[in-house]
């Protein structure tokens, strides 16, 4: 867990599922300024989320590895979770990739009531500083 002031980081927990349902199902707003090219509405199924995501959770995690997306919490005695920061790699192209060549970072806020607070702003920094703190000189953003 990575603790700020406003919010904290945390891994995924099949608490989330439901939020990442309705925010690809229902809520999906943030779907129209976060990577729309990638139109994942279409194929999104909810049934099949689910048991992927309930799959991944009961995977060993190796506490050494790099965490490639973690969730926003807002940091208090609600806990409420509003989001993820996550992160991935680019070519010289900007294409993506698998080659640990340039780590990029993308965040998502899609709760509505959660935006213009500052959360946002602390997570990126907070996420930002876990990357350089584990290896990564550069890291761009999309």
Request: some cysteine; aromatic content about 14%.
């Amino acid at each position: 867990m990575i603790i700020g002031n406003k919010v904290f980081l945390r891994n995924f927990r099949e608490s989330d599922i439901p939020n990442m349902i309705r925010w690809f199902t229902i809520e999906t707003e943030w779907m129209n300024w976060d990577a729309p090219w990638e139109n994942e509405i279409n194929s999104f199924n909810p049934e099949e989320y689910r048991k992927s995501a309930l799959k991944r959770l009961n995977e060993t995690d190796c506490v050494d590895r790099l965490k490639h997306r973690l969730q926003i919490c807002i940091n208090d005695e609600n806990e409420k979770h509003i989001g993820w920061v996550s992160s991935y790699y680019i070519d010289e192209d900007y294409n993506f990739t698998d080659d640990e060549i340039n780590i990029t970072i993308g965040i998502a806020i899609p709760d509505l009531d959660s935006r213009n607070k500052g959360y946002a702003t602390e997570a990126w920094i907070l996420y930002i500083n876990y990357l350089i703190e584990n290896g990564n000189e550069d890291v761009y953003t999309e």
